[in-house]
């Protein structure tokens, strides 16, 4: 079966701080895809990123970077120089690949609320 | 550019009402989900569609009931509302399966069952 723990339920940080959200997953599967969402007080789910189990380099994009690692079945998310506007409940999500090499069915991990202080 | 869309936002039922949560999308997305979110816990997905006509089951799908005869609608059915379904609903679509096609969530339906 597939499990996503997001040990975190709430993380609080002052804004500037460097903050990591841990990530850890479970699959029998050796292909699947791994996924972080952010769900700002508004609601809404918005798409950060999709990693292909295959690719474990890890990736960087502006504040957010991410450390994919196979070994520890492990995909924390960390943001640098945190603002306030990163407050939101981040969530990592986990999917079986499908026969076609793409993904449905999403298992979401519970989420980590962070809340970034002034 | 409207995305999914789902309504009402906000309602409030009575414990054995029913009533039906709305979905359309006008990406022409084959796939569409609904989900649901309890407080603290992630998504959980209750049943999903591949194109007009097919749906098929999550991982919990007791008490509702879905159909899909446009590619738009998906529309998401409670009978017998009962308390354990107040949550936030999340309908979703993207265009396939295809690993570089995003899933686009709405906004959330908010539901509460008294």
């Known amino acids: 079966a597939q499990k996503v723990t997001q040990a975190q339920t709430e993380i609080s940080v002052v804004e500037k701080e460097d903050v990591t959200l841990d990530c850890v997953y479970e699959?029998?599967?050796?292909?699947?895809?791994l996924f972080w969402y952010k769900q700002p007080p508004s609601g809404e789910l918005v798409f950060l990123i999709r990693?292909?189990?295959?690719?474990?380099q890890n990736e960087i994009s502006g504040r957010y970077s991410w450390n994919f690692q196979k070994s520890t079945s492990s995909f924390n998310f960390t943001i640098t120089a945190s603002q306030v506007v990163d407050s939101a409940v981040y969530f990592c999500?986990?999917?079986?690949?499908?026969?076609?090499?793409?993904?449905?069915?999403?298992?979401f991990g519970a989420g980590t609320r962070l809340a970034v202080h002034p | 550019n409207a995305g999914v869309t789902q309504t009402p936002k906000f309602r409030i039922l009575k414990i054995g009402q029913s009533m039906t949560l709305q979905c359309t999308q006008d990406?022409?997305?084959?796939?569409m989900y609904w989900y649901r979110q309890d407080p603290g816990m992630g998504l959980k997905l209750i049943y999903y569609?591949?194109?007009?006509?097919?749906?098929d089951k999550g991982e919990v799908p007791n008490g509702y009931n879905v159909s899909r005869s446009t590619t738009e609608d998906f529309p998401l059915r409670l009978e017998l509302a009962a308390p354990s379904q107040t949550s936030v609903y999340f309908c979703?679509?993207?265009?396939?399966?295809?690993?570089?096609?995003?899933?686009?969530f709405g906004e959330g339906s908010w539901l509460t069952v008294v």
């Open positions: 979703a679509s993207r265009q396939g399966p295809d690993s570089g096609n995003t899933i686009y």
């Open positions: 699959t029998r599967d050796t292909t699947y895809y």
């Open positions: 990693r292909n189990s295959f690719d474990e």
């Open positions: 999500a986990l999917s079986e690949v499908t026969f076609s090499g793409g993904y449905n069915k999403l298992i």
């Open positions: 990406m022409n997305h084959n796939y």
């Open positions: 569609s591949v194109g007009a006509g097919i749906t």
